[in-house]
């Protein structure tokens, strides 16, 4: 193989460990982004049970006012208020009705009878309060008062399950965080350390290696040492097979040029020998 072809598979082994770390990112950023949507649905769930639980408790305290009032002028001032706050609760509760979240309606089913028996309720207070029958939205009051602290004591805890449910979820996205963090952490100095490694053998044993072989023949060939090996031709296309099929033929090619000068010095003994026999005679 030839040493660019060797890059080449280096070079795309960095690819691949870069698409790797790539992958695993994209898929955390997904997963993240889930507990994010997570996190935002246990928040709007708990704002709204904390939303309706104060409407509940608002709607108490303008009933309460009407309970007290000193005359039904008075008393229909509060009214009023109150009629605003149970149309606003209402409102809130049409809303969680049509969540698209399965959990939401769920829960929203485990409460909306009792709070529209308290809707009801109050409801009827301002009705009779219009009408000026003051006593009659006390007794009301007095006799729902029981189905009220048991609905108050359910939202509230909602409210709890909520705040837990929240607080989970913030910690799974906390810890997914740290988890996620370490894992790129060691996956970078893994892939460095690796990457460092591969390249070092690869330079070693591909580059370096062979083309100091090749350097020491040449120079061992330029010094006249015409024994020196050459390794015999191969079928390979690479860069320093290249060279060495260059350097056998400059070796072939220099025995041959020293037998051509041992031929002539050969040539020119034997006639310094014949014309020195020639004088001698």
């Given at each position: 193989m030839s040493i660019r072809l060797r890059?080449?598979?280096l070079i795309g082994s960095f690819g691949i460990t870069a698409l790797l770390i790539t992958?695993?990112?994209?898929?955390?950023?997904?997963?993240?982004?889930?507990?994010?949507?997570?996190?935002?649905?246990a928040y709007e769930h708990a704002y709204d049970i904390e939303r309706i639980n104060h409407m509940v408790s608002n709607v108490v305290m303008e009933s309460r006012g009407i309970y007290l009032s000193q005359d039904t002028a008075e008393a229909r001032v509060f009214s009023h208020r109150l009629s605003h706050n149970l149309d606003?609760?209402?409102?809130?509760?049409?809303e969680w009705r049509q969540s698209k979240d399965p959990e939401e309606r769920a829960r929203y089913a485990e409460i909306e009878p009792a709070v529209r028996d308290f809707l009801t309720k109050r409801r009827d207070m301002v009705r009779l309060t219009d009408e000026g029958k003051i006593a009659q939205v006390?007794?009301?009051?007095?006799a729902g008062r029981e189905d009220r602290i048991r609905l108050q004591q359910t939202l509230d805890t909602l409210v709890a399950e909520a705040h837990k449910d929240l607080a989970q979820t913030q910690a799974e996205a906390a810890a997914f965080s740290e988890q996620r963090g370490r894992t790129f952490l060691i996956m970078a100095l893994v892939s460095i350390a690796g990457i460092l490694c591969l390249s070092a053998?690869?330079?070693?044993h591909f580059i370096t290696r062979p083309?100091?072989?090749?350097?020491?023949?040449i120079i061992s060939l330029s010094e006249g040492k015409l024994d020196t090996p050459v390794p015999e031709e191969t079928d390979d296309k690479?860069?320093?097979?290249?060279?060495w099929r260059a350097i056998a033929r400059l070796k072939a090619h220099a025995i041959e040029a020293e037998k051509i000068v041992e031929a002539q010095r050969e040539a020119e003994r034997l006639?310094?020998?014949e014309a020195r026999q020639l004088i001698l005679d």
């Open positions: 890059l080449m598979a992958g695993l990112a994209l898929v955390s950023l997904q997963r993240y982004k889930t507990m994010m949507t997570e996190y935002g649905a606003e609760l209402d409102g809130l509760l049409n006390t007794a009301l009051g007095k053998v690869a330079i070693m083309l100091r072989h090749v350097a020491g023949t690479g860069e320093v097979a290249e060279l006639q310094a020998l």
